[in-house]
């Protein structure tokens, strides 16, 4: 798989007509996705089109029915892979929901979670120490203090809260692939910056990103390589930047116009 | 106990000379009026409410051949007992091998003053009359046929008296191990622990098995804490694959005195344990942990009852279990408040985790107020692995395995977090761990 020049360790996603279905109900029609390292991909759409979808099939979510021509990721089958083979392999989900965890504190998921990646790496476990120490550097980098660590994991926390975390996890993990599943909704203008940052220090020729969001404003910050419009399950436009732009300024109504666009109406809402 | 075999009537006979303490008239009638009743009524059947859910007629199929007909008990060795042992914590130790103390085993050097631990059977023989009263007046409410048995043949055991304002700083462990012997032994334990007033001590009750062969433990431990004083007794049970334990613990608590059970039931084929707790001065609390662990085809069967006799007395029940493969689990947590016990405060609350479709779980609270100021709540719940937390723990990197681990341990949690004794909350932990790793 690899290519000369690029990072050691690098994989390229690439997806072909992927579809997923839950029973009778076809969620994604065919998606074509292909993202090489060191790239950032931004997908847009309106509710209902399949993005968080698309972000759970990637992790691994067992709800589904799944069919592809290819859904792999360094060269490796996907559908071949559990969730837990995914993210040692470098694939983290950032949740739209993340979810509350009683009696297991968020220090533990931390260390249970980043021991399971460096083993697969085939590196030694960190002892206590280097661990706490790690912890707390990426704890200061998303404005998190120390006590979070030890309360179960998003428990009577705010959605900031919740969200920030996510990113904190992603900042220990440091994944190859993060998906990030609007990860800015619910997120103040300092937690926006928080989260850009942090997407930043990660950022790398060997690292890549999906960036699902309703809103441009998240995209000033993290600036894509490409933008990808997702409606009914597929995907029916993609560009650079500035398509993000035309959806903040004409919202998505006019995908429905353009010719060839989209090959039916669209979804509601 | 099978056809074959000998009923209790017929063992009765032949080694009512051999049980101890038979010199004394009022020992005598307190066994042959248990054994009588028992000759009446027999053992408890799924008719009896209490005995519904937990049917015994499988195991009354296999024969068990009271240990104490045996000329000596097996030997076991040192390095078996020291596995058994809480790693460092230099607990004073009585040994009890099918059924009977072993001195060459335990080690009871270090008791602090005012605190004695003795074998029964010794003491039957030797001072029997201090014992009449303890173990006369607390006959339970409801004896059902292996109380009874227990009563008739009950030929050693554990004798713990912590004097009055006496402190026992470390736990005292009294490990009651099933030798795994080719006969399949039945042994009829009763323990008695008394704390004066003021005085302050931890007991544990272990149950082990050497290996998975049958075996039959009947037990019954009474435990009187006087006025001031506070019991923290865990009973911990992971008994081998082939054992049946059938346990009564009966409590009786004085003005301002506290008491605090920790009963973990992991071990056995079969364990059925019939906790009471008497409240019977004002201003005592008692707290009953628990927390069963079965797999396989293991039966647990708790039945608890607390009463308040008087007023201002304050009890609090947690009970919290884990099924998996075809286990089956039974809970019932019976609250009674007397007529004078104004002033109760008495919560109780009993969460069941579900590991797979074919576990079950029958739970039974009960409330039974005659009272009109009091304060009492209660409730279960059944539940299963949250699909959602699942997967999100997976998509962390961590494996199905250690993730169902992980939110287990969690469950189960705050009932090891309350385990004073860190020695007893590390083995717990790792219980947990070890049951679900199977």
């Known amino acids: ?269 | 106990m099978a056809a074959s075999a000998a009923t209790p009537l017929e063992e009765y006979r032949s080694l009512r000379g051999a049980l101890p303490g038979q010199g004394l008239a009022w020992l005598r009638d307190l066994r042959d009026g248990a054994l009588q009743r028992f000759s009446e009524r027999g053992y408890p059947t799924p008719r009896d409410e209490a005995w519904k859910y937990t049917n015994i007629a499988p195991l009354l199929k296999q024969s068990f051949v009271p240990a104490l007909s045996l000329e000596r008990s097996r030997e076991v060795a040192p390095a078996d007992i020291a596995a058994r042992l809480f790693a460092g914590a230099g607990m004073p130790l009585a040994v009890f091998v099918d059924g009977r103390f072993d001195a060459a085993l335990s080690d009871l050097s270090g008791l602090p003053r005012g605190i004695e631990v003795r074998s029964l059977r010794e003491m039957l023989e030797r001072d029997g009359a201090a014992l009449e009263t303890l173990l006369t007046s607390q006959a339970p409410r409801e004896p059902h046929g292996f109380i009874e048995l227990n009563t008739a043949f009950m030929s050693d055991g554990a004798y713990v008296r912590i004097g009055s304002e006496a402190v026992a700083e470390r736990p005292l462990h009294l490990l009651f191990v099933s030798s795994g012997a080719e006969q399949p032994l039945a042994s009829y334990l009763r323990n008695l622990i008394s704390v004066g007033q003021g005085g302050r001590a931890a007991v544990i009750e272990h149950y082990v098995s050497l290996g998975d062969a049958p075996s039959l433990c009947n037990v019954a431990t009474h435990c009187v804490i006087e006025r001031g004083a506070a019991l923290d007794h865990y009973k911990l049970n992971e008994e081998g694959a082939g054992a049946h334990h059938f346990a009564g613990l009966y409590v009786e608590q004085a003005r301002d005195s506290r008491y605090v059970s920790h009963n973990v039931a992991a071990g056995g084929r079969m364990i059925r344990n019939d906790l009471r707790c008497v409240l019977a001065g004002e201003g005592a609390e008692c707290d009953l942990n628990g927390l069963y662990l079965a797999g396989g085809r293991q039966h647990i069967d708790n039945q608890t009852s607390v009463e308040h006799r008087v007023p201002h007395c304050t009890s609090r029940e947690w009970y919290k279990g884990v099924l998996d493969g075809r286990a089956r689990g039974v809970f019932s947590g019976h609250v009674v408040v007397r007529q004078d016990a104004q002033k109760t405060d008495a919560q109780q609350m009993n969460n069941n985790l579900l590991l797979s479709d074919e576990a079950e779980i029958d739970t039974r609270p009960q409330l039974e107020i005659y009272a009109d100021d009091v304060k009492c709540s209660h409730g279960s719940t059944v539940g299963q692995l949250n699909p959602d937390i699942l997967f999100y723990l997976r998509a962390r990197g961590i494996d199905e395995a250690r993730a169902r681990r992980l939110l287990v341990t969690a469950f189960a949690q705050d009932v090891v977090a309350r385990m004073t004794a860190a020695p007893v909350r590390a083995w717990a932990e790792h219980l947990i761990m070890a049951r679900l790793a199977r």
Do not use: C
Not at chain 1, 134 to 154: G, H, Q, W
Not at chain 1, 191 to 220: N, W
């Open chain 1, 1 to 269: 798989m690899s290519v000369p020049g690029q990072a050691a360790g690098a994989k390229t996603l690439r997806i072909r007509n992927l579809r997923a279905a839950v029973g009778d109900k076809r969620i994604l029609n065919g998606i074509d996705l292909e993202i090489r390292p060191g790239e950032v991909h931004a997908i847009m759409g309106p509710n209902g089109s399949g993005k968080s979808t698309l972000a759970q099939v990637l992790a691994g979510r067992d709800l589904y029915g799944i069919t592809a021509d290819e859904f792999s990721y360094g060269g490796r089958d996907l559908l071949a892979m559990a969730p837990e083979e995914r993210a040692r392999e470098g694939i983290f989900l950032a949740f739209q929901y993340p979810v509350e965890i009683p009696g297991v504190s968020t220090v533990t998921l931390l260390k249970e979670s980043l021991n399971a990646v460096r083993r697969h790496r085939g590196e030694a476990e960190l002892d206590a120490m280097d661990f706490l120490t790690l912890v707390k550097r990426k704890l200061a980098l998303v404005d998190m203090r120390e006590e979070f660590l030890y309360r179960s994991v998003n428990e009577s926390f705010s959605g900031g809260e919740k969200k920030r975390n996510e990113i904190l996890q992603m900042a220990v993990l440091e994944p190859r692939l993060a998906i990030l599943d609007e990860t800015d909704s619910g997120l103040d203008i300092d937690a926006l910056k928080l989260l850009a940052d942090g997407v930043a220090k990660l950022r790398g020729p060997e690292r890549s990103f999906i960036v699902i969001t309703h809103y441009q404003r998240l995209l000033e910050y993290i600036v894509p390589d490409y933008v990808h419009i997702l409606a009914a399950g597929q995907i029916v436009k993609s560009g650079g930047r500035e398509l993000a732009l035309e959806i903040e300024h004409q919202g998505y109504a006019w995908l429905e116009r353009e010719p060839g666009a989209a090959g039916r109406p669209l979804a509601a809402g």
